[in-house]
């Protein structure tokens, strides 16, 4: 496996990937199996990153598909976190990756 950390210069904590078509499918399972459901019961929330690069959030909040190359992390309460791959590689960047 291949996952990395993500988050601010302060604190790179997250669990990542940085998603391409071809990333593996363990990596992209982990990811999947950490994103939970945001309720008393937090549970996984099924289907909610897939293969093909779309990424629902929970609670029927709506989706986002990924580009190659932007990262998707997830924090300690099972929230996706997406960061493009511009806003990541910019000059004077926020965004730390290790990947």
Known sequence: MSLGTLGTNA?????SIVWNPMSPVA???AIQAAIMTQNAFQKIAPGAFSQSGRLAFPGRRGFILLQPGDYVG???HGWPVL???QAIAAAGSSWTHNP
């Open 74 to 76: 997830v924090d300690s």
């Open 27 to 29: 990596d992209v399972a």
């Open 11 to 15: 604190n790179n904590s997250l669990t």
């Open 83 to 85: 960061v493009s791959n």
